[in-house]
């Protein structure tokens, strides 16, 4: 890829796969994207453009594509599902918008050839723990944790040929912990990188926040006292964050940056649903280095062994099987009678294709009588 940031580029089609039950649908592979194309219209090998989610598309254009229905409001390229499986991008046949297939050549960019951008968070004013208002806008580089669906949607996902890690799922409340790209450098940052008084990280910054929302960074300001920062002091993340990636990486190496994802549980979380617990804990359960979800082995040993937080509990290692996940559905939490909320499922290699949740029965009747806050 030309440019790494890029959100329309080329890209050949690796594979097309039939979907169940369509008769004028496909799934077609784009590199690492999924996309729903129209049968037979394609072929593997194919060259085009790939607008993926994110991009924003002029109306004009996609009125001339026929996709203005396919996007947001406000002209996004969305994720959406239909047949049970998931298209994250549109293709952009080049002949419609005055190109030649002969002349595309893989990785190349086309945001500005064909007026596409992408997206970038609306600024909001919020109220500093210093009392200050300040208008603050999110990082788009600080990305949200990818929400994998409930087995039960996705029937299949899973063979026998498939090695698998399985986790404790925890009810609790989602945090992520970063240390990203700043949207832009300050006035200041800006003098003292000209004249060489700053040192090579002065590009990256401190964020966290929740599942979706993002509770402050260094450039910016922090809100007031909340889990998440008492979380981040407890384990001191933001000291073991910035001296993990200067000790592995250079700022070039670290790309946008790299996020870590987590669960925050115990009293005060959700509920009547505290674990059996005295104070609020923490479990890592991925990582995002670049722009790229890790393989299971890396994020277990960053965790517990680099950055020495505390790893999500692992149930199993090996081949798939139904026995396999059946066994550990059902359980309790240590010393009590309550059921566990469930188990998550994923791919060895990390690829966000092969992910699910699966919910213990037993957790969901004991929600319905306790007024547990609904499982995610």
Request: aromatic share 14%; proline share 2%; net charge negative.
């Given at each position: 890829m030309?440019?790494?940031?890029?959100?329309?580029?080329?890209?050949?089609?690796?594979?097309?796969?039939?979907?169940?039950?369509?008769d004028n649908i496909q799934l077609g592979v784009i590199g690492g994207w999924n996309c729903i194309i129209k049968k037979d219209?394609?072929?593997?090998?194919d060259l085009v453009i790939?607008?993926?989610t994110d991009a924003v598309i002029p109306f004009k254009t996609s009125e001339k594509l026929g996709i203005t229905n396919y996007l947001r409001k406000d002209g996004r390229v969305k994720t959406v599902k239909l047949r049970g499986v998931y298209s994250e991008c549109l293709i952009i046949t080049p002949e419609l918008v005055g190109l030649k297939s002969n002349d595309l050549v893989v990785g190349d960019d086309y945001m500005d050839k064909l007026g596409i951008f992408k997206y970038e968070p609306p600024i909001k004013?919020?109220?500093?723990?210093?009392?200050?208002k300040i208008k603050y806008q999110s990082n788009p580089s600080f990305g949200v944790y990818y929400k994998f669906p409930n087995i039960k949607n996705v029937k299949g996902m899973f063979s026998e040929s498939d090695e698998v890690q399985i986790t404790r799922k925890i009810h609790g409340t989602n945090s992520r912990y970063g240390i990203v790209k700043k949207?832009?450098?300050?006035?200041?940052?800006?003098?003292?990188?000209?004249?060489?008084?700053?040192?090579e990280w002065v590009n990256f910054e401190y964020v966290y926040g929740s599942h979706n929302v993002e509770k402050g960074s260094d450039s910016q300001g922090?809100?007031?006292?909340?889990?998440?920062s008492k979380i981040a002091e407890k384990y001191k993340i933001k000291e073991k964050l910035w001296s993990f990636v200067?000790?592995?990486?250079?700022?070039?190496?670290?790309?946008?940056?790299?996020?870590?994802?987590?669960?925050?549980?115990?009293?005060?979380?959700?509920?009547n649903y505290d674990?059996?617990?005295?104070?609020?804990?923490?479990?890592?359960f991925d990582i995002k280095l670049g722009n790229e979800y890790q393989n299971i082995y890396y994020v277990k040993t960053i965790f517990r062994n680099l950055l020495e937080l505390p790893h999500v509990e692992v149930l199993y290692e090996g081949c798939w099987s139904q026995e396999i996940q059946d066994k550990f559905i059902f359980d309790k939490i240590k010393d009590t009678k309550i059921p566990h909320e469930g188990i998550v499922i994923k791919a060895i290699t990390g690829e966000r294709q092969k992910i699910a949740k699966v919910i213990n029965p037993d957790y969901l009747i004991y929600g319905e009588k306790n007024d547990v806050g609904d499982s995610h």
């Open positions: 030309k440019n790494e940031n890029s959100i329309c580029f080329v890209e050949k089609i690796n594979e097309i796969k039939d979907i169940e039950g369509a219209q394609h072929t593997v090998g790939v607008a993926t004013q919020i109220q500093l723990s210093s009392g200050r949207n832009r450098l300050s006035f200041i940052d800006k003098v003292k990188k000209f004249f060489g008084f700053t040192d922090f809100y007031d006292t909340d889990v998440w200067k000790e592995y990486y250079t700022p070039n190496l670290l790309g946008d940056g790299m996020i870590i994802y987590g669960e925050i549980f115990g009293p005060g979380i959700q509920k674990y059996n617990l005295k104070e609020i804990e923490f479990v890592g």
